[in-house]
C-alpha cells in the first residue's frame, strides 16, 4: 500500500464502503493549510454576523442612520426636468418616424430615426427647437440618398 490509497472498507459502517488510507506526515503542509483557512473563514464569518447592527464596518459603535432600531427615514423621489420630458413626449407624438426622449442625465433631447438611416444614429440637441432643425436635415440629407440611388 502507498502513501495514498483508496481501499474496500469492511466494515459494517453506512456510507460506500470505502476508505482513504493517507500518511498524515506526507500532507500535513496542506492540512495546516486548510485549517488556517478555515479559521479565517469563520473568523470573517464571525465578525460579519456578530457586528451586523451592532458597530459599523470599522468596528465602533453603530451610530448611522441605517443602524438597527432607527426608524426609516420618509424619502420621495425627486421627479427631474419635468417640462423638458413632456416635451419630449409631446414631440414624439407628433413625429411618427422619430422616437424622442429627454435624457435627463445628460439634460439634453435625443431622437432617433424609425428607419434606417445609413451614417446616422440619432441627433441630439439642448433645446426642441434644434432637434426639430437636426431632424429635418437628416430626413433631407435620407431623400437625397434616396433619390441618388433612384
Known sequence: ?????????????????????ASISDHLSLIV??????????????????????GTRRGGPGRGRHRRGVPRVAWTPIRWDVREQA???????????????????????????????????????PTIAGLRALMRQAEARAHGLRRARA
Do not use: H, K, Q
Open 87 to 125: 416635451a419630449a413626449a409631446g414631440l414624439d407624438l407628433v413625429e411618427p418616424d422619430w422616437v424622442i426622449v429627454y435624457r435627463v442625465w445628460a439634460r439634453r433631447f435625443y431622437a432617433v430615426p424609425a428607419w434606417p438611416l445609413p451614417g446616422l444614429a440619432g441627433v441630439e440637441a
Open 33 to 54: 493549510g486548510l485549517v488556517v483557512a478555515i479559521a479565517i473563514t469563520g473568523v470573517l464569518v464571525c465578525r460579519r454576523i456578530g457586528g451586523a447592527g451592532t
Open 1 to 21: 500500500m502507498s502513501d495514498l490509497d483508496i481501499v474496500r472498507d469492511s466494515s459494517d459502517m453506512p456510507g460506500l464502503g470505502y476508505a482513504i488510507n
